[in-house]
């Protein structure tokens, strides 16, 4: 049991993955505080 609750943790984690490092580029590249900005486009 611990093998596959694991392998499913390591598989979302790396599923992820992509998403969240998208998420931390756009957030550092474009400002929290002026969101309608980009939005817009």
């Known amino acids: 049991m611990w093998e596959r609750l ?3 943790i390591i598989y979302f984690v ?3 993955l992509v998403l969240w490092a998208r998420i931390f580029t756009f957030t550092r ?3 929290v505080d002026q969101p309608g900005k980009y939005r817009r486009s």
């Open 6 to 8: 694991s392998a499913a």
């Open 14 to 16: 790396a599923e992820n």
């Open 29 to 31: 590249h474009n400002p």
